[in-house]
C-alpha cells in the first residue's frame, strides 16, 4: 500500500510503544530489551455502525508472560501511555474528490486494570490463556452475534442489492457510500472527457478500446497506474481498502477477532478446527482468514466455568479436538 500503513490500530500500538519507552526513558529502538508489548482484541459493532474494540494490552519483561514485568512499568505507567496513543493516533485517509481527511479513534475511552485475580479467569500462571476460558468468551462473543445486526451477512455484488437491502436507512447510507466509493471509473482512453453512462453512452459501438475492453470504465486503479506509472505495482489508495469487498460489514475490513502473536498459540490451535463451532458461519462473515486468525476480548467480562449450553459445546469441541490431536500424535510416534 501507498505510504504508510493506514491502519489505526497498528499506528496506535506503534505510539503505545513510543510513549512507554519515553516514560521508561529508554530510546524507542532499545524498548524491545526491556519489555514486551502484547495485546488482544475484539471488534464490535456499535449500533450507530462505528466499530468499538475491547482490547486487552499487557506489559511483561523483555521474554513475555513468564519475564518480570520492570519496575517501571506500572499500571499507571501503562494506562497513561495507552491514554496518550488513544489521543493522538491518527491516520490520513486516502484522496477523495481531491482532499484526504484526518481518521482518529473517537473520544470515548474506558481503561480497567486487570488485576491478577482477574486475570486467571482467562489465563494459566504462566500468562498463556488457556482453552477453556478463552472458549468461554468466545462463546459469549459469538452468541452476541456480533455482524449480524449492525451488518449484513452476505457480501454485496450489486447496485440491487443494497436496493433490497432490510436495514436502517442509516446503514444503507454507509454501504451505499462504501459501494459508491469503490466505483469503477471512466476510461481514460475512449472517455477522457470522463463521462460514461452504461445505456445510451455509445462507447461500445466506437472503435475497440483495449483498456476498457470497451467496457467505458476501468478500476481506479488502472487509472491510478496511468496517473502514477511508478506505482505499477500498487493499487489505488481507495481501492486498496476493498471497500466493495467489505460493503456489507460497513466497510469494516479489519479483522473481528486479533492479537499479537505473543497471544496467538492458543487461539491459532481453535483455528484449525472452527469448522465445528457454532460461529463459524461468523467468523467466516466476518473475513478471518487463516493468516490473521486470533481472537481475544474483554477479560474483565469473563468468568470461570461454562455459564450457557453454548460455551459447554464450545468446550467440549475443544476437548474432543484436543483428544483427537493425542491420538493424530501418538499414530505419527508409532510410524516412526
Ligand atoms: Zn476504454
Ligand atoms: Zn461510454
Known amino acids: 500500500m501507498a505510504g504508510p500503513r493506514r491502519d489505526l490500530w497498528h499506528r496506535f500500538a506503534?505510539?503505545?510503544?513510543?510513549?512507554?519507552?519515553?516514560?521508561?526513558?529508554?530510546p524507542q529502538r532499545?524498548?524491545?530489551?526491556?519489555?514486551?508489548?502484547?495485546?488482544?482484541?475484539?471488534?464490535?459493532?456499535?449500533?450507530r455502525g462505528v466499530i468499538h474494540f475491547h482490547a486487552v494490552i499487557r506489559l511483561d519483561g523483555p521474554e513475555g508472560a513468564g519475564d518480570a514485568t520492570p519496575g517501571w512499568a506500572t499500571s499507571d505507567v501503562l494506562t497513561d501511555a495507552i491514554r496518550l496513543a488513544h489521543a493522538n493516533t491518527a491516520i490520513t485517509s486516502p484522496e477523495v474528490d481531491g482532499r484526504t481527511w484526518e481518521l482518529a479513534f473517537g473520544e470515548q475511552i474506558d481503561i480497567r486494570p486487570i488485576r491478577p485475580a482477574d486475570a486467571g479467569q482467562v489465563e494459566d500462571d504462566r500468562g498463556v490463556i488457556t482453552d477453556d476460558r478463552l472458549a468461554s468468551y468466545v462463546a459469549k462473543y459469538a452468541t452476541k452475534g456480533t455482524?449480524?445486526?449492525?451488518?449484513?451477512?452476505?457480501r454485496i455484488r450489486t447496485q440491487a442489492d443494497i436496493d433490497r437491502l432490510k436495514v436502517t436507512?442509516?446503514?444503507?447510507?454507509i454501504i451505499q457510500t462504501a459501494w459508491d466509493l469503490a466505483a469503477p471509473v471512466p476510461c481514460p482512453d475512449c472517455h477522457p472527457e470522463g463521462f460514461h453512462t452504461a445505456e445510451g453512452c455509445g462507447c461500445e459501438q466506437a472503435q475497440y478500446c483495449a483498456t476498457c475492453n470497451n467496457g467505458g470504465e476501468v478500476t481506479r486503479t488502472v487509472l491510478w497506474h496511468r496517473l502514477?506509472?511508478?506505482?505499477?505495482?500498487?493499487p489505488d489508495p481507495l481501492d486498496a481498502l476493498k471497500l466493495r469487498h467489505w460493503a456489507h460489514m460497513l466497510a469494516f475490513r479489519g479483522h473481528f477477532l486479533s492479537k499479537s502473536r505473543y497471544y496467538s498459540v492458543p487461539f491459532r490451535q481453535i483455528r484449525d478446527d472452527r469448522r465445528q463451532y457454532r460461529h463459524e458461519e461468523v467468523l467466516t462473515e466476518l473475513g478471518?482468514?487463516?493468516?490473521?486468525?486470533?481472537v481475544i476480548n474483554d477479560w474483565s467480562l469473563v468468568s470461570v466455568g461454562h455459564r450457557t449450553p453454548e460455551e459447554r459445546e464450545l468446550a467440549a469441541a475443544i476437548a474432543?479436538?484436543?483428544?483427537?490431536?493425542?491420538?493424530?500424535?501418538?499414530?505419527?510416534?508409532?510410524?516412526?
Open 288 to 294: 478471518v482468514t487463516d493468516d490473521s486468525i486470533t
Open 169 to 173: 436507512e442509516h446503514h444503507r447510507r
Open 228 to 234: 502514477h506509472p511508478e506505482q505499477v505495482d500498487k
Open 14 to 26: 506503534t505510539y503505545l510503544k513510543r510513549y512507554l519507552a519515553h516514560a521508561a526513558g529508554l
Open 320 to 336: 474432543e479436538r484436543q483428544r483427537e490431536a493425542r491420538k493424530h500424535r501418538h499414530s505419527i510416534e508409532r510410524k516412526d
Open 147 to 154: 455482524g449480524k445486526s449492525e451488518a449484513v451477512d452476505r
Open 30 to 47: 532499545l524498548f524491545a530489551e526491556h519489555a514486551r508489548l502484547s495485546f488482544a482484541k475484539v471488534a464490535e459493532f456499535q449500533r
